[in-house]
Structures are given as C-alpha cells and as structure tokens.
C-alpha cells in the first residue's frame, strides 16, 4: 500500500494543533499565576498568597520545598544563587517563612543554617499539584501532544531514517 502524504496538508496541521497547545499552555498560566484555585486551609492560602506575591518568593518556596522532597536541605548561600537574590532579600524570606512555620531552620555543625520546607508547605504544594494535574487532564493535553508527536513522524526529515 502506497498513501501520499501531502506535506503541506501535514505543515498546516501540526501548525493548527501547536496554536492549540500555545492556547491551553496560555489557559494554564494565566489560571496558575491569577491563583484562582479556592483554598479552605487559611494556613495553605497564606502560603499560596505568599507564593505568588512575586518569582522570588515563588522560587524561594520551590526550592524549599524540593529540597525536603529530596530529603536535603539548602544552605544560605545556595538559596541565594538560586533564586537570584541578595542576601538581605534572602534573610527577609527566611525571617518571613520560619516565622510562618512554612519552612525548617536547622543549624549544622559550623552554624551554617540550612533550610527545608515543612510539612504544611509541602502539603500545600501537592494540594497545588493535584489541582493543576485535574485542570491539564481536563484540557486534553495528553492526546494534543500525541497528535502532535505522529504528525511529525511523518515528516520528511522522519520518514528518511
């Protein structure tokens, strides 16, 4: 069986299915950035509130949160490299979230703090995550990027492999 792909039937395609993907990607970030997700936990909303005050803070709690997840803990300086912060900024965070109970503040050997998440922001992070994984299934990204994927392995650039 021979079946001719008409390339340009396949480029107007792929072109249409990626400005669908390029619209929901868009609906997913505009919903995530407003915070439009209800929360009952006052103490789960402060901390999504805090989060999405600024990158910052956004990034600050991330890494945090990462690093209890990966049973670790970050120091100061580390913190400060990553978020891309000065150390008054980060000392700001610190104060802000230990004083919060959002984050773990240990000190090592060499008086070095190190710095995780607790379990409250953990939790309000997965809580996050289960709301995002119901709003990305509900968009029907997973069979979007399927499309896509076949579509390019008939490409011509594919098709001479």
């Known amino acids: ?13 792929k072109r249409a299915l990626k400005n669908q993907w390029m619209r929901k990607q868009l609906d997913i970030e505009i919903k995530t950035s407003e915070g439009s997700r209800y929360i009952d936990d006052a103490v789960k ?25 990966e049973n670790d803990y970050l120091v100061v300086t580390q913190i400060i490299k990553l978020v891309g912060i000065s150390r008054a900024g980060a000392e700001t965070m610190i104060k802000e979230c230990h004083e919060a109970n959002w984050i773990k503040v240990e000190r090592s050997n060499g008086n070095r703090r190190m710095l995780q998440a607790s379990n409250i922001t953990v939790e309000t992070y997965a809580d996050y995550c289960d709301w995002l994984f119901k709003f990305i299934n509900e968009l029907d990204m997973r069979n979007l990027s399927a499309s896509i994927n076949e579509i390019e392995k008939l490409e011509p650039a594919h098709s001479n492999k």
Request: proline share 0%; net charge positive.
């Open 1 to 13: 069986m021979n079946i001719k792909i008409n390339q340009k039937e396949l480029l107007s395609t």
């Open 45 to 69: 909303r402060k901390i999504k509130e805090y989060s999405l005050s600024s990158q910052k803070r956004r990034k600050f709690l991330m890494y945090c949160i990462r690093a209890k997840l």
